[in-house]
């Protein structure tokens, strides 16, 4: 229990930006406490799978590239701090691409993500399709392919990742808590939530980090701004004996134009391939998280093209999870318009979770003035965010 004290800052969601935020906040020496209502990293929340791809690639997306190559070293020195190397396996990223690939505007979104890596300097290769075909045997490539691959990303194993996180945040003096926090009443200052124990939480300053539960705990401000969407994902096992689709021999790797991006087989899982399309409208607390036949055949149909050894291959495990999207995909970090000192923290889904270190410390700069951050990136803003979506990130 909290008993009567007042906090400096209340973070509501242990997710990775909430956890991260807590984190920052706390190692700056603030007097924070961390709220889930699920408990941190949980199977209801978009932080809650198993692995998630960290890579720079973002097309033109300069900000996003940025903020990646921020983040993987403070994973990487977190991990080491912990004693948990292993939660980050560098795999490679591999963007796979053809000559004709462009969106509806005629953006070439793969050329433009190599032409930002080269720009930045991040190692990258560019592979024609003949080398692609040498080092990749198990894929399926069509007239046109070439690729690009970053030699630095790969994957985090995402649930144990975040508790990790919290775990170190704990250390530094953040409480930890299981509780479901309201809204905050009225409007000007907050002082107050509360919990659904019935008990009044005190605090100076308070960030909602809760994901898909944004919406549902800010409707009027947040519906249509932020939706949450049903995702499904497939584990798939190879033949016995069979390594190709494991780390090193396959990267992970993403397919920007037929919507689909994979995972090689990490821990003898199975090989992760899931749509990158946003599914129908989830809530996040009474869903059912079920896969369905029909996203099971549209996935085959889709490796038969691309991975064809694994287009009838076993399911060895199946998720439902969910993305949060802003209306174009660029993640909402601003003040509460009607509270001085409420944040408002989200649209991560389903490409935030990598960016997580670099969202705790923006947060963190903003609540306290320090870090670079003491102004609102104009595309963070809540005024950016529409009610009819156009998704421009991946």
């Known amino acids: 229990m909290t008993g009567n004290k007042t906090y400096d800052v209340c973070v509501v969601g242990a997710g990775v930006f909430g956890a991260w935020t807590a984190h920052a906040l706390a190692r700056a020496g603030l ?9 941190a990293a949980n199977s209801r929340s978009s932080s809650g799978g198993e692995t998630r791809v960290i890579r720079a690639g973002y097309g033109r997306e300069e900000i996003y590239t940025r903020w990646s190559l921020r983040s993987l070293p403070l994973w990487l020195e977190m991990f080491e701090r912990a004693g948990r190397p292993e939660l980050f396996r560098r795999t490679g990223v591999l963007w796979l691409a053809r000559d004709d690939d462009g969106d509806d505007d005629g953006d070439t979104v793969s050329s433009d993500t190599l032409a930002t890596l080269q720009r930045l300097s991040v190692p990258v290769e560019r592979l024609a399709r003949g080398e692609l075909e040498r080092r990749f045997p198990q894929f399926q490539f069509g007239p046109g ?55 009044t939480l005190s605090a100076g300053a308070f960030v909602y980090a809760c994901g898909p539960w944004l919406p549902k705990v800010f409707p009027e401000l947040l519906g249509g701004r932020i939706n949450a969407t049903r995702q499904e994902v497939f584990f798939f096992g190879a033949a016995a004996g069979d390594t190709r689709f494991s780390a090193p021999a396959m990267p992970t790797w993403v397919d920007w134009r037929a919507g689909l991006y994979g995972i090689p087989d990490i821990e003898g899982r199975g090989c992760k391939i899931a749509l990158d399309r946003h599914g129908p409208a989830f809530d996040p607390d009474a869903g059912e998280r079920v896969a369905s036949a029909e996203a099971l055949r549209e996935v085959r149909d889709l490796l038969a093209e691309r991975l064809p050894a694994l287009a009838d291959a076993p399911v060895l495990e199946s998720r439902v999870c969910q993305y949060e999207n802003t209306s174009n995909g660029d993640f909402l970090i601003d003040r509460h318009p009607g509270f001085e000192n409420v944040w408002l923290v989200g649209g991560g889904s389903g490409h935030g979770f990598k960016h997580g270190p670099a969202v705790g410390a923006y947060v963190a700069g903003l609540l306290t003035g320090g870090g670079g951050a003491a102004e609102i990136e104009p595309r963070f803003s809540l005024a950016t965010k529409e009610r009819a979506g156009r998704r421009t990130i991946f």
């Open 145 to 199: 392919a070439w690729g690009s691959f970053e030699p630095a990303g790969g994957v985090l194993l995402a649930r144990r990742a975040v508790r990790a996180v919290v775990g170190e945040a704990r250390e530094a003096g953040c409480a930890y808590r299981v509780a479901h926090a309201h809204a905050p009443p009225g409007r000007g200052r907050a002082s107050s939530v509360k919990l659904s124990d019935g008990e």
């Open 31 to 39: 007097g924070v406490v961390l709220l889930d209502a699920y408990g």
